[in-house]
């Protein structure tokens, strides 16, 4: 902790330029005076410190500040739901193969939200096999010619071997988890190319594709696992994973609209649908289907990665559609790693930059690899760096977990966006969350230390920041 004296407006303006700043007087200076509590935790390029408090580059406001920050705390955006990372079948294996004790502290320290814990809140898993996987599967795979149209072979059993455990496991430490669920690919039996790898969804499985993914939520429910939103397709554009299937807007809207959306609304599935999934060049995705009315009323949203465009797609489509929510839901993170430049990138574009620009999550891929980068499918992702490494019993933390423990620790859902300017070397986002306090996130961006004053009304106050590092501040509104 770090009481630091802070100065009115006044005194801001001044560091500022303000030409009326001197208006102010110092009895008036002196009576607006006021003492607040503030925690700064800071991660820096060289790894000196890892989401470590740092009480000691805090100060008084400084007239040779090289940045100025304001934080408008009336001024709202939208409720944040979530951050975390993807929980593939692989993550899932690095997890059940450690000791109990081991992995008990591990999903504490991950999940839990505790004074060494970082308060993950978000997980996006996948509907049967994603490329992370040691081995495509679905949950009604058959011989080559046969089909199974009233998904009578339906079967979750598979995850109840290690998945549905270990979400227990979460659940129990934290029971208001929030979990998606994204398919890669139906059964081969459904697509036009007989493949896990492309294809489309033949029509005339529409309705029994709806039924298998109907029967896949009421199973998890059953289990007691509550999926809060579902994408309909990852990457519909990117046909070469595996697994992986094509899936045009029009597809897409048709198989919303004429059968997803009327079998959730028969069987009273409560799980939110989002479209897209896929990348922030193509905004026009999501907002051709949105502009559909009779698509829309089943729809809660749309989801976007980042392997290709600007995060300011995303506002593209809130103008479009400002009623309807935004969801970031993936971005690797490539092995070895750089430890400085996968941090920077990852705060400015995703932690920081999705929620300024209408985000309400951002799930990262994945949480964790093991050090042979295994399992993966044939022709999978073979380079993917989790937020962990787990070797046995031993955990490496790598910036996708200080890139999300920065903004889940202390921003949990329910906290709302509020307004902050956006200074080029100082890129940061502002919340305030259901106890009254405000939480700013903010990064150096730039090759050099910065010294930046932070004001909220007549609350302000100076941080010193290393070149690349990334800060979260937090004090009382």
């Known amino acids: 902790m770090n009481r630091v004296l802070t100065y009115c407006c006044g005194l801001m303006l001044a560091a500022c330029g303000a030409k009326d700043s001197q208006e102010i007087s110092d009895n008036q200076t002196q009576s607006l005076h006021v003492e607040p509590v503030v925690q700064v935790y800071v991660t820096d390029a060289s790894r000196e410190r890892q989401l470590e408090e740092s009480s000691d580059l805090l100060g008084e406001p400084r007239l040779d500040a090289d940045v ?12 944040m739901e979530g951050f975390g990372f993807a929980l593939t079948g692989g993550s899932v ?17 991950l999940f839990g939200v505790g004074t060494n814990d970082i308060g993950v809140s978000y997980l996006r898993i996948s509907i049967a096999a994603s490329d992370l996987d040691a081995e ?9 010619g046969e089909t199974d149209l009233m998904q009578e072979n339906f079967s979750i059993e598979r995850e109840r071997e290690l998945l549905i455990p270990m979400l227990k496991k979460i659940q129990a430490i934290n029971p208001n988890i929030k979990i998606m669920a994204s398919p890669w690919s139906p059964p081969v039996w459904m697509k036009t190319n007989g493949s896990s790898i492309g294809g489309h969804l033949k029509e005339e499985y529409y309705d029994s594709y709806a039924l298998y993914l109907t029967k896949y939520f009421q199973a998890m429910e059953a289990e007691g696992i509550t999926i809060e939103t579902m994408t309909i397709q990852n990457e519909p554009l990117h046909p070469g994973n595996n697994p992986s299937m094509s899936m045009e807007p029009e597809e897409q809207a048709n198989f919303i609209e004429r059968r997803l959306g009327p079998a959730f609304a028969e069987k009273g599935i409560k799980t939110k649908i989002v479209l897209y ?20 009323k089943y729809v809660a949203g749309s989801a976007f990665h980042m392997y290709g465009g600007s995060i300011a797609a995303l506002s593209d489509v809130h103008s479009a559609h400002p009623d309807k929510g935004l969801y970031f839901t993936e971005q690797w993170f490539g092995a070895p790693g750089n430890f400085p430049e996968d941090l920077k990138w990852h705060v400015r574009e995703l932690m920081i930059g999705a929620p300024r620009n209408w985000s309400r999550s951002v799930i990262e891929w994945n949480l964790s690899s093991a050090p042979d980068l295994q399992p993966h499918t044939d022709g ?19 910036a996708g977990y200080y890139s999300i423990g920065h903004a889940s ?3 949990r859902p329910g906290a709302k966006r ?19 306090q405000i939480v700013l996130l903010a990064i150096n961006n730039t090759d050099t ?15 010193v920041l290393e070149a690349g590092s990334t800060a979260t501040f937090i004090w009382d509104n």
């Open 68 to 79: 100025h920050v304001f934080v408008e705390p009336t001024q709202m955006y939208q409720q």
């Open 93 to 109: 294996y690095h997890l059940s193969q450690m000791n109990e004790q081991a992995q008990s502290d591990l999903l504490q320290e």
């Open 136 to 144: 495509v599967y679905s949950y009604n795979d058959l011989p080559a």
């Open 277 to 296: 999934d896929h990348n922030a060049d193509r905004p026009d995705y999501p907002i051709s289907i949105l502009d559909r009315p009779e698509v829309r």
């Open 380 to 398: 999978g992702c073979s380079q993917c760096l989790g937020g962990i490494t787990i070797d046995g019993d031993e955990v490496t933390r790598n």
């Open 409 to 411: 620790k202390f921003v």
């Open 418 to 436: 509020i307004a902050s300017n956006a200074p080029e070397e100082l890129p940061n986002v502002a919340f305030l969350t259901p106890e009254n």
């Open 449 to 463: 230390k910065q010294i930046c004053n932070i004001t909220q009304g007549e609350q302000s106050f100076s941080a």
